[in-house]
């Protein structure tokens, strides 16, 4: 069973920064699709941006923002945050398939206005 854990997450003043990784147990060569969600509070999860085949698919909310990439020797995916919003707040979850859908356990993510 693949494991994915996240690291990265923080607090960051609005227009900041956060690169977020997520690292697997093991090779992420094959897992496809790849992808980030995230969940405020009070509000269901929401995809963030998906990674399938390199083809990139970017919510409208963090186009031109954020940059997913991935590192398969490192068995490692990231997500570059860039002016960084107070809307963005929210746990962000790395999502991976392979069979079956792994999840990470989220990192925080807050943005002070």
């Known amino acids: 069973q693949v494991q994915l854990v996240e690291s990265g997450g923080g607090l960051v003043q609005a227009g900041g920064s956060l690169r977020l990784s997520c690292v697997a147990s093991?090779?992420?060569?094959?897992?496809?699709?790849m992808g980030w969600y995230r969940q405020a509070p009070g509000k269901q999860r929401e995809l963030v941006v998906l990674l399938n085949s390199g083809d990139t698919h970017y919510a409208d909310s963090v186009k031109g923002r954020f940059t997913i990439s991935r590192d398969n020797a490192k068995n490692t995916m990231y997500l570059q945050m860039d002016s960084l919003k107070p809307e963005d707040t929210a746990v962000y979850y790395c999502w991976g398939q392979m069979t079956y859908n792994y999840w990470g356990q989220g990192t925080q993510v807050t943005v002070s206005s």
């Open positions: 093991e090779s992420i060569f094959s897992i496809n699709p």
